[in-house]
């Protein structure tokens, strides 16, 4: 079964900047994958996912030009760039593998477990 293991959160200031790492189990080139997070008080949402081949990306448009989602498939690992975070970027973020439709699109839409996530606390 597919395993998928977040970290790299922690406590930034606003306009501050963490990476996210999401280390996957096997082999990454076969899957897309997403990053979602859960806010107290919200819903989860989908952040950011990237095709199995990494040829197109997804994000929210709260995050758009503020994180960037890229993937290393010799490290099995896709990251999450975070930049001039905001409070409200405060969460727990997860990843997981999510749909594609070839290497052209990807949803934000998990279809692996929630494993437990990486906190980001963002505040002054």
């Known amino acids: 079964q597919l395993q998928l293991v977040e970290s790299g959160g922690g406590f930034v200031q606003p306009g501050g900047s963490l990476r996210l790492s999401c280390l996957v189990s096997g082999t990454l080139d076969y899957y897309a994958i997403g990053w979602f997070r859960h806010a107290p008080w919200h819903e989860r949402e989908g952040v950011s996912c990237i095709t199995s081949r990494g040829g197109s990306t997804n994000s929210a448009d709260s995050v758009k030009g503020r994180f960037t989602i890229y993937r290393d498939n010799s490290k099995n690992t896709v990251y999450l760039q975070m930049n001039s975070l905001k409070p409200e970027d405060t969460a727990v973020y997860y990843c997981?593998?999510?749909?594609?439709?070839?290497?052209?699109?990807?949803?934000?839409?998990?279809?692996?477990?929630w494993g437990q996530g990486t906190q980001v606390t963002v505040s002054s």
């Open positions: 997981a593998r999510t749909f594609e439709l070839g290497d052209y699109v990807c949803y934000q839409s998990p279809r692996t477990p």
